[in-house]
């Protein structure tokens, strides 16, 4: 299929960017993301109106569009050639790594539900009040096993994306507390900043060992203090506690990073990846 004229300096970025793909997978990229953008919906039916304006008609460019989605061998003419996406998950870090400004970069991991069907595991850069996937596994929804694995995998394949000497701070939410996936952070020379239960028991380097929220004694308070924490297993970390006016409770979060190195406001960047899954849930 031909791309429209404007479609074109889109498709080139693709090319450079994402240069394992196949010439029919570009051209199918680059009509779904240059129309999601003119339309400011990523819904099939927006897309397609999009196209028409163009000069595209309908019904030759929906099954073109419905079959670049689909496994080879679900498609009219069955073929072997499907779209491998964790195959493009490093090069979409790049591609975001390209236009970046600054030595620090923050991802957060969480998951999201589509109703009952599907839960999506989902890495994401933070930026500017949204969240921009890069990694992804979908899961079924209802159906018992562990995620740990496949986040983990998922940091493993975007580790070769970012350059050395960046700092890039993880933002793992409460339900995500793991050892394993602590490790798997650390293991791209990369920093955990793992939210846990206000309860959790810390001990500073000098002083008693008891809850963490104790370590603050009211709204607008915070503390960063080296020590060591105790859940299922002790070890050495830095404890953030911080009580944002207007909250019932303060947060609690555990990093790698030295006290002097914290950055007190990365853990509330976290939020902006709700903004995110609204925005491709909802807003298509």
């Keep these: 299929m031909l791309l429209p004229t404007a479609f074109y300096p889109l498709h080139d970025q693709i090319q450079r960017h994402l240069p394992h793909l196949r010439p029919a997978q570009m051209v199918g990229l680059a009509l779904w993301v240059g129309a999601t953008v003119m339309a400011r919906s990523g819904c099939q039916n927006a897309v397609l109106g999009a196209l028409l304006s163009l000069g595209l008609g309908w ?4 099954p073109y569009l419905r079959e670049w989605l689909c496994d080879g061998s679900d498609r009219a003419a069955p073929c072997g050639v499907q779209l491998e996406v964790e195959a493009c998950f490093a090069p979409l870090l790049r591609w975001v790594l390209a236009w970046w400004e600054g030595s ?7 998951p999201t539900a589509k109703g009952g069907a599907l839960v999506a595991l989902v890495v994401s850069v933070v930026y500017r009040g949204l969240a921009i996937p890069v990694a992804w596994r979908l899961k079924t929804g209802g159906q018992p096993g562990p995620w740990m694995p496949d986040l983990c995998a998922l940091l493993d394949r975007l580790g070769p994306a970012v350059p050395e000497g960046m700092t890039v701070r993880v933002l793992c939410d409460r339900g995500l507390q793991s050892p394993d996936l602590w490790a798997a952070i650390r293991r791209q020379g990369w920093h955990p900043y793992m939210r846990y239960d206000r309860n959790m028991t810390f001990q500073a380097s000098t002083g008693p060992r008891g809850p963490a929220w104790r370590f603050v004694a009211r709204e607008g308070q915070y503390t960063v203090t080296a020590g060591k924490a105790f859940r299922d297993r002790k070890w050495s970390c ?3 506690v911080l009580w944002v006016p207007g909250q019932e409770a303060p947060w609690v979060v555990l990093t790698d990073e030295a006290p002097d190195d914290v950055d007190l406001g990365a853990y509330g960047m976290r939020v902006w990846i709700e903004q995110g899954f609204r925005t491709l849930k909802r807003m298509g």
Excluded: G, K, Q, S
């Excluded at 019904?59 to 929906?62: C, D, E, G, K, L």
């Design 59 to 62: 019904h030759t460019t929906r």
């Design 104 to 110: 620090e970069l923050t991802l957060a991991v969480d």
């Design 238 to 240: 830095t404890l953030i």
